[in-house]
């Protein structure tokens, strides 16, 4: 009967140095291969292409007189190590002949797609202050691009900036603009137009 009673404390005492070692295994092995995974994310090119100075890519685009798509935000951001917008489309009323224009949806990008954006929206540079003003127009439309993080926005808000396409810096603007809405599925020239 002792002897019984010994076999078994016995198996229990193996039982948890066995369930100990396969713990301790488990965590070892786990962290391992989290070391190996942030070192592929640090060398692998196609992955690190996320800047911490550059987190977030807003676009806004408001229409002072036109029903359709009057108000369109686009939003791009990272989550992880996936870039996401998130789409709204306001038309002017909610009138039925408008309901195509109604967005509100968030939306998964490629990252080929993200970079091309980003590399295009560092190219929007020298764009004259007179310009550069975060007002809306009585008439037209008005064209909001922001990036950067949320300590550091770089701010760009032009009136009708179709109407002054020979200021420098204005047609990276533009082409920026188009590439956001085009990113996220939707036609530049539906919503771009005066």
């Known amino acids: 009967m002792q002897k019984n009673r010994q076999m078994k404390h016995f198996y229990i005492i ?3 140095i066995a369930c100990s070692f396969t713990s301790c295994f488990e965590d070892k092995n786990r962290k391992l291969e989290n070391q190996i995974s942030k070192t592929e994310l640090a060398n692998n090119d196609s992955m690190n292409y996320f800047s911490p100075e550059i987190d977030r890519i807003y676009f ?5 007189m ?3 798509f009057h108000k369109v935000q686009i939003d791009i951001f990272i989550i992880g190590n996936s870039p996401r917008a998130k ?25 080929e797609k993200y970079i091309e954006v980003l590399t295009l929206i560092q190219q929007i540079s020298d764009i004259n202050n007179g310009l550069n003003k975060d007002t809306i127009g009585i008439d037209g439309s008005t064209w ?8 550091d926005l770089q701010s760009y808000f032009i009136h009708s900036p179709n109407y002054y396409t020979e200021e420098p810096g204005l047609l990276n603007f533009i082409e920026a603009s188009k590439l956001i809405i085009e990113t996220v599925g939707l036609n530049p020239n539906e919503i771009l137009i005066e």
């Open 14 to 16: 193996l039982l948890v």
């Open 60 to 64: 806004e685009f408001n229409h002072s």
């Open 66 to 68: 036109r029903y359709v």
């Open 87 to 111: 789409v709204i489309s306001i038309p002017m009323n909610n009138d039925e002949k408008w309901e195509h224009s109604k967005i509100d949806t968030t939306i998964n990008i490629s990252k």
């Open 144 to 151: 909001k691009i922001k990036y950067g993080n949320e300590h």
